[in-house]
């Protein structure tokens, strides 16, 4: 028979987790980097697929399958896992993920691609509430911080090394190979979990809230259609926009009164009675509202305004993700130390206010040091919430809801990050085009009447007083949407205040009743 260990306890000696439990949190570090790393990889490579399979017009579909297909199904993956048993459910999603990976490598025309990469992104829909669920389940609350570090630097590392990783792997092997590189890591992490964890097995009597799950995806689905095509693909005030939007509301309008008649709802409802579970929801939001959207239009302030390469696009953010990195950790380490948060959501909504305000006075004058100390601001509140917002949620909930806990969190960071960035480069767009038509007349509404982002060699066709024109008109882009992130994330702010610090599980008599059976690990 296995020996076992309770994961909730440490090594008395060397007051670190047993080496099993390590080797666990590595495979679910990877399967994290999967989720985070595909579509920065997948976006160096789209140049290369279009010219091999073709399907120009369909291009954007490569991405958005993937995104709908990953936001619709988290609220499942968390509440079959809390239904059925973390593990299994977890693997399933690899599993799935690698599928819709090497299917996605192998596509011979665009369409099997999108379908493809809809299979990929049921995956990873898992991939993200596996993690966070998983890690819910080995570490206590109060020992969760010492890890945050580590998922920040996991994020960080995605960020920055995506669209290198992408480029070399094009340029050196393919454009398949963005998508089987995927493969041998996936395989490592099911490998490891398969053998080293061990958790609960559980077996839920009620069936699967089927109609829950139809109207939730019905729901979810039609918000980030909204805000992919809004403004793009069709007018926000178009009839397909506006149809979109009915059906969003009234498919949630009725997952929410369906949830208070359901036996085992997707989303339970009584967890948003939790006052902090609700405000966490809610700065998640907002923080993946201004992450996004930021990641986004730093990179093109950068190169068309300030003449930095594209190429290493990844590392333009290192200002605001290496500070992100430090405070992540750093938040980490005093949670654990003194079982105190509050401070932290506090202090890192005043941090990102400042910084996007900071962001918002970039112009055409701006130095690279100082747009880097700007976003560093900005990163060092991001560092501050980005892990905080899933500990307080987890512990606001009892244990038998920590999937949904941890798939609803995710879930709003997720539509944070839609709307940010429609909303953000909507109104970065439409201050693009009206500059443009102010200081170059018509021909630069001619240069922005396809988009109001140019890529570089477009850029470098243009004379020269129009490229001065169009730098401006970025800049002054940059500085109303990130004026309006800054407001935003005042909303944050707000939140965070009335956050009550609960003590965190592990830190003494558990205050929200919860218990359940330790989840174990083999040793090896």
């Known amino acids: 028979m296995a020996d076992t260990q309770t994961v909730d306890t440490v090594e008395p000696e060397t007051g670190k987790q047993p080496r099993s439990t390590r080797l666990v949190l590595f495979a679910l570090m990877i399967?994290?980097?999967?989720?985070?790393?595909?579509?920065?990889?997948?976006g160096t490579a789209m140049p290369t697929i279009v010219s091999e399979l073709g399907g120009l017009e369909h291009l954007s579909w490569v991405?958005?399958?993937?995104t709908l297909a990953t936001a619709a199904s988290t609220p499942l993956w968390g509440k079959l896992g809390d239904m059925y048993g973390r593990k299994g459910v977890f693997l399933s999603s690899i599993v799935i993920f690698l599928i819709g990976s090497a299917l996605s490598g192998m596509a011979q025309d665009m369409g099997q691609l999108i379908g493809f990469r809809a299979v990929q992104g049921l995956g990873a829909g898992g991939l993200m509430v596996g993690v966070m669920a998983i890690i819910g389940d080995l570490i206590p609350p109060r020992e969760r911080g010492r890890y945050q570090g580590m998922m920040a630097g996991v994020m960080a590392l995605a960020m920055i090394g995506g669209p290198l990783v992408g480029g070399t792997i094009t340029d050196n092997w393919g454009w398949r190979w963005a998508f089987y590189i995927n493969l041998p890591l996936g395989l490592v992490a099911l490998g490891l979990i398969s053998v080293v964890l061990r958790l609960p097995k559980k077996r839920a009597k009620a069936g699967i809230d089927y109609l829950g799950v139809v109207l939730l995806t019905v729901g979810i689905t039609a918000i980030v259609l909204v805000t992919t095509w809004g403004g793009t693909e069709y007018a926000w005030t178009s009839a397909r926009i506006m149809e979109l939007i009915g059906i969003g509301v009234a498919a949630l309008a009725g997952f929410v009164y369906w949830q208070t008649k359901a036996a085992e709802p997707v989303v339970p409802l009584h967890i948003f009675r939790s006052r902090n579970f609700t405000l966490m929801?809610?700065?998640?939001?907002?923080?993946?509202?201004?992450m996004f959207g930021a990641t986004l239009y730093l990179p093109l302030y950068q190169q068309s305004v300030q003449g930095a390469s594209a190429t290493n696009s990844g590392l333009l953010l290192l200002p605001m993700l290496g500070a992100m990195l430090v405070t992540s950790m750093l938040a980490?380490?005093?949670?654990?130390?003194?079982?105190?948060?509050?401070?932290?959501?506090?202090?890192?909504s005043v941090l990102m206010i400042v910084g996007l305000y900071l962001l918002s006075t970039m112009d055409t004058g701006t130095s690279r040091v100082t747009s880097g100390v700007f976003m560093a601001v900005v990163g060092l509140g991001m560092g501050c919430l980005m892990q905080v917002t899933m500990l307080v949620a987890q512990n606001s909930v009892e244990m038998k809801d920590m999937g949904v806990a941890s798939s609803s969190s995710t879930l709003f960071r997720t539509l944070g990050s839609s709307f940010?960035?429609?909303?953000?480069?909507?109104?970065?767009?439409?201050?693009?085009?009206?500059?443009?038509?102010?200081?170059?007349?018509?021909?630069?509404?001619?240069v922005t009447e396809q988009s109001a982002q140019l890529d570089a060699a477009s850029l470098a066709k243009l004379p020269e007083a129009a490229r001065e024109a169009y730098q401006y008109a970025v800049s002054a882009g940059t500085h109303s949407a990130f004026l309006l992130g800054a407001v935003v994330a005042a909303v944050a702010l707000v939140a965070a205040v009335f956050v009550k610090e609960v003590t965190l599980r592990g830190t003494g008599p558990d205050t929200e009743g919860a218990s359940a059976q330790p989840a174990v690990v083999e040793h090896v």
Do not use: C, H
Not at 63 to 66: L, R
Not at 332 to 348: L, Q
């Open 63 to 66: 991405v958005t399958a993937y």
């Open 281 to 290: 929801s809610v700065i998640g939001f907002i923080t993946g509202f201004v």
């Open 332 to 348: 980490g380490r005093v949670t654990t130390n003194t079982g105190r948060y509050k401070v932290f959501p506090v202090v890192g």
């Open 420 to 446: 940010g960035v429609a909303i953000m480069g909507a109104l970065f767009n439409s201050r693009v085009q009206d500059v443009m038509a102010e200081r170059a007349g018509a021909l630069g509404s001619k």
């Open 31 to 42: 399967a994290m980097m999967l989720a985070m790393l595909d579509n920065m990889i997948i």
